[in-house]
């Protein structure tokens, strides 16, 4: 008999005809596709944007601007992880209080999640209005960095949208976590297709440059908030805003932080990596490459190959996320042999993915690179591609690691998933790019990635089998 015919009678009495019930018994299979291709989408989309835009920066105004895109790379990271702090905490504690039948905990959650991600958008938007020099002096552009100024002139104008960013991005998280993931897929379409149009009127039609790239994406979140706000506010959602009844409890903001906390931390650490990278391009840059704007050059070489990275892992992404609320509400409900389907289905695709990605970059580097920027000289096309093939080489291995550290989150072990995060972004790549560096320049510090992917496969590898081990005698009683 298959499993999702022996589910207890009591759980069968306690779930609900609604879309959040389903989860806990609908075969894991059908809803792994249900709830990923749909977040595939949208984050594909959303990667594609990426994409998209940074072509229109380097076809529409030139290469070094995708230089000053780079710089600001960081500090949209460090925007995006508090969203993922609040969003994704949030999202973890509806869809496993929605598993245990406790709905007025995951309301508290939604409306506790809406006002911490429009305060953290304000804050944000004010800090860095006020600090923008001191800031972007900070990204690791080198003393007289021509990408420096499009960069000032990009960031500056995204602050004003921080809060649609934070809003749109957060809540698309819960409205996944209650069993509907083609509301968030259509919202984040939505953004991203708007984004592209705006960035070929702004930035070709109109001839604003950086400043019509930035532009569109305000526009686009905007919209993008405008849909999600609309669908939670509605009568269709099973967990919806409602200020009314909202009491403001520091214990449920503890706890969405607490289940949020290990992408928070991730995202964060991201950040860092980011700007580690960007300082050591323009410390050994010029040495590296052999010309006197080495530094811009190898600036843009880094945002081409985070854009084409970013392509490959949004789908991935998006399989993590999918797999979430099936994660927390089956195990939320103790149904642990589900649990263990929906970890590996989401592990086999994920892998999948990768290993294709891996492959077409290592195949077609220089056509990518080619597609951002193909009239440049020779530095870039000699840098970038191969740049690009070391900096993935262990990439196969990046799904594993993916959906693994979020399983930790979904089986109350937060505190292991932020040490992994912390081994792959922090522990022991961070220390690797500055001694790679020292060592080897900038040649090092594109080295210093796979060596370390290496390393957190093989930690992520114990930890995780040690926890398959308890979950499956846990499904056996």
């Known amino acids: 008999m298959s499993e999702e015919k022996t589910v207890s009678a009591e759980t069968q009495r306690n779930t609900k005809p609604d879309a959040a019930g389903k989860i806990g018994t609908e075969p894991v299979g059908k809803l792994l596709l249900k709830f990923s291709i749909p977040a595939i989408t949208g984050m594909v989309?959303?990667?594609?944007?990426?994409?998209?835009?940074?072509?229109?920066?380097?076809?529409?105004?030139?290469?070094?601007?995708?230089?000053?895109?780079?710089?600001?790379?960081?500090l949209m990271t460090i925007g995006m992880a508090f969203a993922m702090l609040f969003g994704i905490g949030a999202a973890n504690m509806i869809s496993m209080r929605l598993g245990q039948g406790r709905k007025q905990e995951a309301e508290n959650a939604i409306d506790h999640c809406f006002f911490l991600l429009t305060g953290a958008g304000i804050v944000i938007m004010i800090i860095g209005l006020i600090f923008i020099d001191p800031i972007l002096s900070l990204m690791g552009a080198a003393k007289g960095s021509e990408a420096l100024g499009y960069a000032k002139d990009y960031f500056r104008i995204t602050l004003y949208g921080s809060i649609f960013f934070m809003v749109s991005f957060g809540l698309s998280h819960c409205t996944r976590a209650q069993g509907f993931p083609a509301v968030t897929m259509v919202g984040m379409i939505l953004g991203a297709v708007l984004?592209?149009?705006?960035?070929?009127?702004?930035?070709?039609?109109?001839?604003?440059?950086?400043?019509?790239?930035?532009?569109?994406?305000?526009?686009?979140?905007?919209?993008?908030?405008?849909?999600?706000?609309?669908?939670?506010?509605?009568?269709?959602?099973?967990v919806r805003l409602n200020f009314r009844n909202l009491k403001p409890d520091f214990s449920i903001i503890m706890q969405i932080m607490a289940f949020g906390?290990?992408?928070?931390?991730?995202?964060?650490?991201?950040?860092?990596?980011?700007?580690?990278?960007?300082?050591?391009?323009?410390?050994?840059?010029?040495?590296?490459?052999?010309?006197?704007?080495?530094?811009?050059?190898?600036?843009?070489?880094?945002?081409?190959?985070?854009?084409?990275?970013?392509?490959?892992?949004?789908?991935?992404?998006?399989?993590?996320?999918?797999?979430?609320?099936?994660?927390?509400?089956?195990?939320?409900?103790?149904?642990?042999?589900?649990?263990?389907?929906?970890?590996?289905?989401?592990?086999?695709?994920?892998?999948?993915?990768?290993?294709?990605?891996?492959?077409?970059?290592?195949?077609?580097?220089?056509?990518?690179?080619?597609?951002?920027?193909?009239?440049?000289?020779?530095?870039?096309?000699?840098?970038?591609?191969?740049?690009?093939?070391?900096?993935?080489?262990?990439?196969?291995?990046?799904?594993?690691?993916?959906?693994?550290?979020?399983f930790f989150v979904v089986t109350g072990r937060p505190k292991t998933s932020i040490l992994l995060s912390m081994l792959r972004q922090c522990i022991a790549l961070?220390?690797?790019?500055?001694?790679?560096?020292?060592?080897?320049?900038?040649?090092?510090?594109?080295?210093?990635?796979?060596?370390?992917?290496?390393?957190?496969?093989?930690?992520?590898?114990?930890?995780?089998?040690?926890?398959?081990?308890?979950?499956?005698?846990?499904?056996k009683e």
């Open 45 to 74: 989309v959303n990667a594609l944007y990426n994409f998209v835009d940074r072509i229109f920066v380097g076809q529409g105004v030139n290469e070094i601007a995708l230089g000053g895109l780079s710089l600001v790379l960081p």
């Open 261 to 406: 906390s290990a992408q928070f931390l991730m995202q964060f650490l991201m950040s860092i990596v980011q700007l580690l990278n960007n300082t050591s391009a323009g410390w050994y840059g010029a040495a590296a490459l052999g010309v006197e704007n080495g530094g811009d050059v190898a600036l843009s070489g880094m945002s081409i190959m985070g854009a084409v990275l970013m392509l490959i892992l949004m789908p991935v992404f998006g399989i993590n996320q999918g797999a979430q609320p099936i994660l927390g509400y089956n195990y939320g409900a103790k149904l642990f042999r589900r649990v263990l389907r929906a970890y590996i289905g989401a592990i086999t695709a994920a892998t999948s993915i990768c290993i294709l990605g891996f492959a077409v970059v290592q195949i077609f580097s220089a056509q990518l690179v080619g597609i951002f920027a193909p009239d440049v000289g020779g530095a870039l096309m000699e840098f970038a591609p191969r740049a690009m093939r070391i900096n993935m080489l262990l990439l196969p291995l990046a799904g594993f690691q993916i959906v693994s550290s979020n």
């Open 195 to 238: 984004n592209i149009i705006f960035d070929a009127i702004f930035i070709l039609w109109f001839k604003w440059g950086v400043q019509g790239a930035a532009w569109a994406t305000i526009v686009a979140q905007g919209c993008s908030t405008a849909y999600i706000l609309r669908f939670i506010l509605s009568k269709k959602a099973v």
């Open 430 to 475: 961070i220390p690797c790019i500055l001694i790679f560096g020292k060592f080897w320049g900038l040649w090092g510090v594109i080295y210093a990635t796979p060596a370390v992917d290496g390393f957190s496969f093989i930690v992520t590898g114990l930890l995780i089998y040690f926890e398959l081990r308890k979950l499956y005698r846990k499904s």
